[in-house]
């Protein structure tokens, strides 16, 4: 271990500067922090989770009431840092959140909309198509409208906040590698690259999906996901504007989708969420042969747009792959190391996560400075999965567990019925069939 000096020690360090880490990045910086940002591949790059022109940003969450908050705040620091880049990052189109009226898309988009009094309407699949013609959901189909949804620009939102780190001190390298860290005598943190070593009084690690590959502990906890997105040039585009098209979550007999209005290239875009459910090493899946676009995958989007967007099936423009980072129920995972609480982690979100990485990485940076958030972070914290505890949690009792309504698309429970931790060996990956609808009463505290 060579000797800090001037030059390689900061105070926080942040592995991974992806839409989190750029984030990270900026809010240390803004403290007043000396920071340095290590990114294993371009900044911005498309070899994980934050590319693709656009990513959904929505106030109704159906995944939890408790999201709302959070995101309230995400919102406003959106607008900070585009207005601070001069650009427009966040896009307002109304989003779409529609399924079966007793299904948990819709009831639990309905349910974020009446608690929190967000402005809403609700839609048969018809009036749906009346209002946007380029919706065809069938007539037995709900839709929540929220009109303050849309989608963010991901890699213009990590290009706007690396600058604004920068500007404000912050050193950012790209293609380093982070190899390893281990912790200093003195409380702090060293952190080897394939190019150097750096030391640190504190490291933020948001790496994505080799999160478990820098923290083992979290194998089979933060699960990397092949993910494809389809772009098809609409038969009739009008109908695919933004001002036309809002974003859209849904749920049909053929799996839970997402998509957005035509903007920044060429299509209409969606994607189903876990798409073949194909796991494993993220270099694997993202990388070579494997990671490129097939023709199954081309044909089971092509035969979902054909059903309930016909007039945006026209020829295809693009297919592009990424990842998703599944925990075993669908939440994040935000907590110090069970070890060393001068290292605190967030995990990449399930697939739902990108809209929060402005507020996330603001909460990093608390992690970071003061060792505490004043976010309440139950919800996240890692212990729930049989981690050992943190510093952050461990005068606030034992994880809050959680039961799980719907059946186990693997054939087994994936929570003890009495609520026990979960075990390594039956975490399994989120899957749309989970309705946390179902969670006990109480078993999620508020963040604010």
Known sequence: MTPPTPTNHFHAIVAGVGGMGSAACYHLARRGKRVLGLEQFDIPHMRGSSHGYTRIIRLAYY????????????????RDIGKAAGEKLLHYTGSIDAGPADSWVFKGALQSAVQYDLPHEVLTGVELAQRFPGYRFPHDILALYQPQGGFLMPERCIVAYANAAMALGAEIHGREKVLGFEPTAT???????????????????????????????????????????????????????PSNFPVFNCLVPEGRFYGFPIHGVPGFKFGKYHHFEERGDPDRLIYGDEGEPRPDD???????????????????????????????????????????????????????????????????????????????????????FGVPTS?????????????????????????????????????????DTRDPRYWQRNAVTPFW
């Open 187 to 241: 409380g702090g943190v060293c952190v080897r690259t394939d190019r150097d070593e750096y030391f640190a009084d504190s490291l933020v690690v948001t790496a994505g999906a080799w999160d478990a590959q820098l923290m083992p502990f979290l194998h089979g906890l933060a699960v990397p996901e092949r993910q494809v997105l389809a772009w098809l040039q609409p038969r009739r585009p009008e109908l695919f504007q």
């Open 63 to 78: 995944e939890h009431p408790s999201y709302v908050m959070l995101l309230k705040r995400a919102y406003e620091l959106w």
């Open 298 to 384: 081309e044909a089971m989007l092509r035969d979902f747009a054909s059903r309930y967007f016909p007039d945006g099936a026209g020829p295809t423009m693009t297919l592009a792959a990424c990842m998703f980072t599944n925990t075993p129920d669908g939440h994040f995972i935000i907590d110090q190391h069970p070890q060393y609480p001068q290292i605190c982690y967030a995990s990449p979100c399930s697939g739902h996560g990108y809209k929060f990485a402005s507020v996330i990485g603001e909460i990093m940076a608390e992690l970071a400075d003061l060792g505490y958030s004043r976010w309440d972070l139950s919800l996240f914290r890692a212990d729930r």
């Open 391 to 431: 510093a952050l949690f461990r005068d606030r009792g034992p994880a809050l567990r959680a039961e799980v309504g719907g059946h186990d698309p693997f054939g087994s429970a994936t929570h003890n019925p009495r609520g026990q931790p979960f075990s390594r060996e039956s975490a399994r990956a989120a899957h």
